[in-house]
């Protein structure tokens, strides 16, 4: 499949918002959802629990690397979560769509 699913997380609506639109806006990803969540993880020996706001990016799978460096650079995590994830099987017009730019 000629394209990606990328997620992260951050500790706003604001950041999401912020984020997912900065990446559309400059072309590197064809859409970006939102959603809060609960999170409970391991942090400098603690376990934490915090709501954060999952981020669903939708990119060619050429764009990947374009989208980890702007993610890296406007994120205000210092350990983001971001990685990828490939579809099996997508709508063929939709997946063609994620890869205009």
Partial sequence: ????????????????????????????????????IDSIYRWEGEVVQAPEWRM???????????????????????LPAIYSLRPEQALPAFASWVQQP
């Fill in 1 to 36: 499949m000629p394209f990606l699913l990328i997620l992260t997380t951050v500790g706003s609506a604001e950041d999401a918002h912020r984020l997912s639109r900065t990446l559309v806006e400059e072309g590197l990803c064809a859409c970006a959802q939102i959603e809060r």
């Fill in 56 to 78: 669903l990016l939708k990119t060619a799978t050429d764009r990947y690397p374009q989208v980890e460096q702007r993610l890296r650079k406007l994120h205000p995590y210092e």
